[in-house]
DNA sequence: CTGCTTTTTGCTCGCATGAGCAAAAGGTAG
DNA sequence: CTACCTTTTGCTCATGCGAGCAAAAAGCAG
């Protein structure tokens, strides 16, 4: 192994003195990673498939730009998050109440399945398959707790400010969470699932679930 | 290969054929499985660990007894099934109307949670870590969507009998199953999960979210 | 030479198989 | 009933085979 490989190692460091081909390869390679996990689940994702997938003659590519599995991996869940954040935090900031922006938090969500239908399958995928073992899993489980964990403190406040019913906010969370799941694993094998149309179905559902009683 | 076991091959036949010592072998891998299962994922439910969990010396003793890891896992899910079927079953069917039934559904779930901790964790392990693939996933898929379905209908009639409000009820059970598994996935790594307290909480949840508009 | 790619090789692990062994069940003859 | 033999049943162990990951070796371009 070179020196230079060993730069890739380890996701947290810096890792930006990359080659331009380098960067494109690595990216080129997590596309291919998240088309296959969508497709065939985590546990069938080999380095041979997402190898063939992206074009490549054989898995020792991946091997040479990637640390291992667990780098891949962690490139994998990172994409898809910055794609995530970068379309939905624009589309919740947009609106000022606190239902307004659980709604445009479901809905962006729903929305983004149409822009990119494999990144949300994926990392469904990744998340459930890799169950906290391999340091890399437990960090990106970590990103995700704040992430929840952000979430419930946005819907305490919003209940604090009277504009929710009276609920646990975990548990809503966890179910708004598990419900999108749910229906995200739906949409891979429905070719003809309506994206906006479970959206708003789902935005009402915990709408009416949040809504302060009168 | 002996003849007897080529009658243990393909779950749907009756395979009633079963000496006590083997029926009772069987049970204590199934359970040995699910215990595994539920606590390393599907993905690493190793054969070697299923033994070594069951206190066996080799794999080979489970490849004595099943088919193959088909086999297991059909048994496995049908095992798990059969039990929450008894003790849900009953439970919701004590109840007249729908809402309530709803509500019964959701917490004598979570109630089954403190009866076997192991059972619903391992059941969605192997439903989410197969696919569809493997002739015994695909069956047990089949089975898990009549029960969605009927599910789906139970609401429905619901609805025409004007004890729910509007929505969408397929993606109102999805949600539903997404939210209890999601839940579910969080008590397994949560030692103090009170399940009985996130129970009432998802019914008054989905209560509140299913209710006819006044 | 250096950076990148492909081919080849080594190693691990999991599942399945089949031979072989021990014990129980069953059958038969004295 | 008992002693012996045969068949069935339950289990162990060694081995094969395939898959997957990783890294070294070899080829090639700038």
């Given at each position: 192994?070179?020196a230079?490989s060993s730069?890739?190692?380890?996701?947290?460091?810096?890792?930006?003195d990359?080659t331009?081909?380098?960067?494109?390869r690595?990216?080129?390679?997590?596309?291919a990673?998240?088309?296959v996990?969508a497709?065939?689940?985590?546990?069938?994702?080999?380095?041979?498939?997402?190898?063939?997938?992206?074009g490549l003659?054989?898995?020792?590519?991946?091997?040479?730009?990637?640390?291992g599995?667990?780098d891949l991996?962690?490139?994998?869940?990172?994409?898809?998050?910055?794609?995530?954040d970068?379309y939905?935090?624009p589309?919740i900031?947009?609106?000022?109440?606190?239902?307004?922006?659980?709604?445009?938090?479901i809905?962006?969500?729903?929305?983004?399945?149409?822009?990119?239908?494999?990144?949300?399958p994926a990392?469904?995928?990744?998340?459930?398959?890799t169950?906290?073992?391999s340091?890399?899993?437990?960090?990106?489980?970590?990103?995700?707790d704040t992430m929840?964990n952000?979430?419930?403190?946005?819907?305490?406040r919003?209940?604090?400010a009277?504009?929710?019913?009276?609920f646990?906010?975990?548990?809503?969370?966890?179910?708004?969470r598990?419900?999108?799941?749910?229906?995200?694993?739906?949409?891979?094998?429905?070719p003809?699932?309506?994206?906006?149309?479970?959206g708003?179905?789902?935005?009402?559902?915990f709408?009416?679930?949040?809504?302060?009683?009168?």
């Amino acid at each position: 192994m070179r020196a230079k490989s060993s730069g890739n190692k380890q996701g947290p460091g810096p890792a930006a003195d990359r080659t331009f081909i380098e960067a494109a390869r690595r990216a080129q390679i997590v596309d291919a990673a998240i088309e296959v996990i969508a497709e065939v689940g985590y546990a069938k994702a080999s380095f041979t498939r997402i190898a063939r997938q992206a074009g490549l003659s054989s898995t020792g590519m991946i091997s040479y730009h990637f640390a291992g599995k667990d780098d891949l991996m962690r490139e994998v869940v990172a994409e898809v998050m910055r794609v995530a954040d970068a379309y939905m935090r624009p589309r919740i900031e947009a609106h000022a109440t606190a239902p307004e922006r659980l709604r445009a938090h479901i809905e962006s969500n729903f929305a983004l399945m149409n822009e990119h239908p494999k990144h949300l399958p994926a990392i469904v995928e990744v998340l459930t398959g890799t169950r906290g073992e391999s340091s890399s899993a437990r960090e990106f489980t970590a990103a995700t707790d704040t992430m929840m964990n952000s979430l419930v403190e946005a819907v305490r406040r919003g209940q604090e400010a009277g504009e929710f019913g009276e609920f646990d906010p975990v548990t809503m969370v966890y179910a708004l969470r598990g419900a999108i799941d749910a229906l995200v694993a739906r949409a891979t094998h429905d070719p003809d699932f309506d994206a906006a149309a479970h959206g708003r179905q789902l935005a009402d559902l915990f709408d009416r679930a949040t809504r302060r009683t009168p």
